[in-house]
């Protein structure tokens, strides 16, 4: 199985747990740092070279002694508690001591590229336990929020157990979709113009290590934010999917997408309809919004039984 806008795994975690070999990707570093340690982990790693280094007898002391309150300045404690309210100045503290000693511990040689990745994994999914936001990082909420004024705990992201092995591709769609022929590919594009690498610019600097000036009320960084997905650009977005669905080698593909996207269902259809018969599968869920309303949207599961032959008269 194929998931090449794989976020955080979550779909590709349940797929392995399920016996599928999954294939991964994503562009932005944190979201492969989280599939690293849901997929390609399948324990908890031991850190024994670390814990070596530091004195330490298990993983759980490490993270127990990572936990503890720390009152230290830096980067983020200025920028994200100190002038902006995305987490209280003791959470900040601690989760700057937390960043620090990782990226120390990296440039000493003492993580492998797996041990890397599952600490900055689980530094940024214990962060987003305490961090004064409704779901992303492109704004702070006014007020403290309940789970913001919790003190911050480091804890270990749980990698998923399965019976095949599993791979994270850093990278574009198009290109992981490329390595292979798969059984089943799953494809979630952007459907809006919302630009990901700026709703979580904050993960993304913890794991790649990012502290320039960070400009207005999100606290957006003022260079090196990357480049806005093609399907996330209203003149770009139907080039985008064609380029795609012409790399796809697979015996199903599922297509996630929604009412009112930058592609018209209908232009979706009749591109899906090319390569085999199409199902339609109607999800009446709650959509994001920034208001209070109970916004819903008509999601949609487009499922194509690939036939080859079709695609060989092309």
């Known amino acids: 199985m194929c998931d090449p806008f794989g976020g955080i795994g979550v779909l590709g975690a349940y797929l392995k747990h399920r016996g ?37 007898g298990s993983v759980h002391e490490l993270f127990s002694q990572m936990s503890l309150p720390r009152h230290t300045g830096g980067w983020l404690v200025d920028n994200y508690a100190v002038r902006r309210k995305f987490f ?17 511990w990296n440039r000493n040689g003492w993580l492998t590229r797996r041990q890397r990745a599952f600490m900055y994994a689980s530094l940024v999914a214990s962060m987003d336990r305490v961090a004064n936001t409704a779901g992303t ?25 399965g019976s095949q092995r599993c791979k994270s591709v850093l990278g574009n769609a198009e290109d992981i979709v490329s390595q292979g022929s798969f059984d089943v590919v799953y494809l979630d594009p952007p459907y809006t113009a919302r630009p990901y690498n700026r709703y979580y610019h904050l993960p993304e600097s913890i794991v790649v290590g990012r502290t320039g000036p960070v400009l ?99």
């Open 88 to 104: 209280t100045l003791a959470n900040a503290g601690m989760i700057q001591a937390c960043w620090d000693a990782i990226a120390q």
């Open 20 to 56: 599928y070999a999954v294939t991964s990707g994503d562009l932005l570093t944190f979201a492969h740092y989280f599939q690293i340690a849901r997929l390609e982990l399948s324990r908890s790693p031991n850190l024994h070279k670390l814990r070596i280094e530091l004195g330490v």
């Open 137 to 161: 990082y492109y704004a702070h909420l006014k007020r403290w929020d309940r789970k913001a004024v919790t003190q911050f705990q480091l804890r270990p992201v749980i990698p998923t157990q």
């Open 216 to 314: 207005g009320a999100a606290g957006l960084p003022a260079t090196g934010v990357g480049v806005d997905s093609d399907f996330s650009r209203a003149r770009t977005a139907l080039r985008a999917t064609e380029k795609l669905l012409a790399k796809v080698d697979c015996r199903l593909l599922v297509f996630h997408y929604a009412h009112g996207g930058l592609v018209p269902l209908r232009t979706l259809r009749s591109l899906l309809g090319e390569l085999g018969k199409v199902q339609e599968h109607r999800l009446n869920v709650r959509a994001y919004a920034t208001s209070r309303s109970d916004h819903r949207t008509a999601q949609v599961l487009l499922n194509v039984r690939v036939d080859h032959s079709r695609r060989l008269r092309r």
